[in-house]
C-alpha cells in the first residue's frame, strides 16, 4: 500500500492515500468539533472534511480551540 507525504503544522507527515481530512483528526487524537483545518491556504468547512483527501505534498494547518474562563 503506498503512502503520501504531506505537512500538517510545519512537520512532514505520511498519510495514507485513501485517508480524509476527518480520518486525519481522529488519528492525531483531536476531537473535530474543536478544531478548524486550513488545507493549501483555504479553511475547509467541517461539512467538507468526510470526503476531503490531501494529495501528495499538501500543506496543511490545523488550529485547536481551547475553552477557559
Do not use: Y
Not at 483528526?25 to 478548524?36: T, W
Not at 479553511?43 to 500543506?59: F, L, S, Y
Amino acid at each position: 500500500m503506498s503512502t503520501e507525504s504531506i505537512t500538517i503544522n510545519g512537520e512532514s507527515r505520511v498519510l495514507e492515500p485513501s485517508a480524509t481530512l476527518l480520518d486525519l483528526v481522529r488519528s492525531l487524537g483531536l476531537e473535530p468539533e474543536r478544531v478548524a483545518i486550513e488545507l493549501n491556504r483555504a479553511i475547509v468547512k467541517r461539512e467538507q472534511w468526510p470526503e476531503t483527501r490531501p494529495a501528495a505534498g499538501a500543506q496543511i494547518e490545523i488550529v485547536q480551540f481551547v475553552g477557559g474562563g
